[in-house]
Structure formats: structure tokens, C-alpha cells
């Protein structure tokens, strides 16, 4: 229930969103959006469970399990949540196996936090998705209020697009999708420099707080400039957030 929460390869939580990534990424953030804080610890649990039982098939699902996260672990800059699925199922495994020697009441505790967390995390997801999506909610908003034939500038819009808003076709807008780039198209300047989109005309950029800040740590000096100068000179127009800032 919760694992869709963490698909798209982010952080939540500070305000900001940004990939950091390794094998702390993955215990603080992915596996307890995916099995919940109490599925995490029955996991943990299960894996020393298997090393003090030493019994081969124990140790064979440890190993297996463990040997996966570790390799994950390693390419920091591709943390995403989809990685750590193989995981999970051991992870249980494990935990259910480790849980059969405790007291039946801790075994019940345990079983009523692991259903209960993920009901809740379950339902609060189809609860999100019953409301209006951010890029719905800010295309009506440039549809309605952005007169026609104005320039528009949209962040990485060509390889990212999914992130931003989707303006219908035939639009009645000029489109600039930012590049990382200079000159990919020649008839415009479709770099990351506010004056030369100003000098084309440019009156509105569209962003993304998911392509703005995902390699935040990542990004080029002449790119973190430009985000900069919007912030202290642009006006924001439109913020939408969805309900839950989680997400």
C-alpha cells in the first residue's frame, strides 16, 4: 500500500525534494514506504534472526537478501524505490520466521502494526488520487489566465514532460522547452539564461519542484544561477501543491 508513495526516486519530508541516495536512502525512506516502520523492524529482526539460528536455509535467505541490498546500495545516484521490490518478499520471509519464536503476544502486536500501517497508507494513497493533479490544476490555470501568444518557457519540458504541465494541441502559446543545451534549437535560445529568454519574449516560465531539485546537488553553476535569479526577481504566479506535502 505504501510503496507507491516512493516510486518516483525522491525524498520527502524537508521541503524540498532531492536524490541523495545509498543504502541509508533505502532503510530511512523506500523500505518503509514500502512494508511500513513495523514490516522494517520484523525484517531487520528476521536477518539476525537467520545469522544467530545458522541454519542453512536461514543463512542462504540472509545472504541473498543482505548480498542484494549491498550491491543497490552502491550506485547512489540511481536510488529508486522500484530497486529494493526484490527485497521485500525475503525480507518478510525472514521476519515471519523470526517472529514464530517470540511470545504469541508480541507476534500479534507485530501482526496488527504491519496490517494496521499499511491500511492506513493504503487508503491515504487512493485518497490522494481522487484529487486534482498538480499540472491539471496548473494548466487550467495558465489556460485561463495567460492570454494567448504569450511565450512560455517550461523546465526540461522535452525530457521530462510527464512533470510538467500538459497545455493542449494545438496550443495557443509559444513554447520554449529548457535544455541543458545551449542551441539545440537554433531558432531560439532555449539555454538556461534569463536574458536571452527575455529578449525572446519570455513572460512566464512553467517549473517543476521534481526537475528543479532532483540532482540539486548535481546541477551546473550556470543552471543553479538561474533558479536563483527567478527566486529573488520572478514573481510566482501559482504554487500547486497537492494536498498531502508529502507528495
Same mark, same amino acid.
Not at 540532482?215 to 504554487?239: I, M, S, T
Given at each position: 500500500?505504501?510503496?507507491?508513495?516512493?516510486?518516483?526516486?525522491? $525524498?520527502?519530508?524537508?521541503?524540498?525534494?532531492?536524490?541523495?541516495?545509498?543504502?541509508?536512502?533505502?532503510?530511512?525512506?523506500?523500505?518503509?514506504?514500502?512494508?511500513?516502520?513495523?514490516?522494517?523492524?520484523?525484517?531487520?529482526? &528476521?536477518?539476525? &534472526?537467520?545469522?544467530?539460528?545458522?541454519?542453512?536455509?536461514?543463512?542462504?535467505?540472509?545472504?541473498?537478501? %543482505?548480498?542484494?541490498?549491498? +550491491?543497490?546500495?552502491?550506485?547512489?545516484?540511481? %536510488?529508486?524505490?522500484?530497486?529494493? *521490490?526484490? %527485497?521485500?518478499?525475503?525480507?518478510?520471509?525472514?521476519?515471519?520466521?523470526?517472529?514464530?519464536? *517470540?511470545?504469541?503476544?508480541? @507476534?500479534?502486536?507485530? #501482526?496488527?502494526?504491519?496490517?494496521?500501517?499499511?491500511?492506513?497508507?493504503?487508503?491515504?494513497?487512493?485518497?490522494?488520487?481522487?484529487?486534482?493533479?498538480?499540472?491539471?490544476?496548473?494548466?487550467?490555470?495558465?489556460? @485561463?489566465?495567460?492570454?494567448?501568444?504569450?511565450?512560455?518557457?517550461?523546465?526540461?519540458?522535452?525530457?521530462? @514532460?510527464?512533470? %510538467?504541465?500538459?497545455?493542449? =494541441?494545438?496550443?495557443?502559446?509559444?513554447?520554449?522547452?529548457?535544455?541543458?543545451?545551449?542551441?539545440?534549437?537554433?531558432?531560439? =535560445?532555449?539555454?538556461?539564461?534569463?536574458?536571452?529568454?527575455?529578449?525572446?519574449?519570455?513572460?512566464?516560465? +512553467?517549473?517543476?519542484?521534481?526537475?528543479?531539485?532532483?540532482?540539486?546537488?548535481?546541477?551546473?553553476?550556470?543552471?543553479?544561477?538561474?533558479? $536563483?535569479?527567478?527566486?529573488?526577481?520572478?514573481?510566482?504566479? #501559482?504554487?500547486?501543491?497537492?494536498?498531502?506535502?508529502?507528495?
Amino acid at each position: 500500500g505504501q510503496f507507491a508513495a516512493g516510486t518516483s526516486g525522491v $525524498e520527502f519530508g524537508t521541503g524540498s525534494l532531492e536524490v541523495s541516495g545509498g543504502w541509508g536512502k533505502y532503510l530511512s525512506l523506500y523500505l518503509p514506504l514500502s512494508i511500513g516502520w513495523v514490516g522494517l523492524i520484523l525484517g531487520l529482526g &528476521g536477518v539476525m &534472526g537467520a545469522i544467530a539460528r545458522k541454519s542453512v536455509c536461514d543463512l542462504w535467505l540472509a545472504a541473498v537478501t %543482505v548480498g542484494y541490498f549491498l +550491491v543497490i546500495g552502491v550506485f547512489g545516484r540511481s %536510488v529508486r524505490a522500484e530497486y529494493i *521490490l526484490p %527485497v521485500v518478499p525475503f525480507l518478510l520471509l525472514l521476519g515471519v520466521r523470526w517472529a514464530t519464536s *517470540l511470545k504469541p503476544m508480541i @507476534q500479534w502486536a507485530l #501482526l496488527a502494526g504491519l496490517m494496521m500501517t499499511n491500511l492506513a497508507a493504503s487508503a491515504r494513497h487512493d485518497w490522494l488520487l481522487t484529487q486534482v493533479d498538480t499540472r491539471t490544476r496548473a494548466t487550467r490555470w495558465i489556460e @485561463q489566465r495567460i492570454p494567448s501568444g504569450a511565450v512560455i518557457a517550461v523546465d526540461h519540458g522535452r525530457t521530462l @514532460q510527464a512533470w %510538467v504541465p500538459q497545455l493542449r =494541441e494545438p496550443s495557443s502559446y509559444t513554447m520554449i522547452e529548457l535544455t541543458e543545451t545551449p542551441h539545440v534549437a537554433p531558432e531560439v =535560445e532555449n539555454y538556461y539564461d534569463v536574458n536571452a529568454l527575455m529578449s525572446q519574449g519570455v513572460e512566464f516560465i +512553467v517549473l517543476s519542484s521534481f526537475v528543479t531539485q532532483f540532482h540539486a546537488q548535481q546541477r551546473p553553476a550556470n543552471r543553479q544561477q538561474f533558479y $536563483e535569479q527567478l527566486g529573488e526577481h520572478a514573481d510566482r504566479l #501559482l504554487w500547486a501543491r497537492k494536498p498531502d506535502p508529502r507528495f
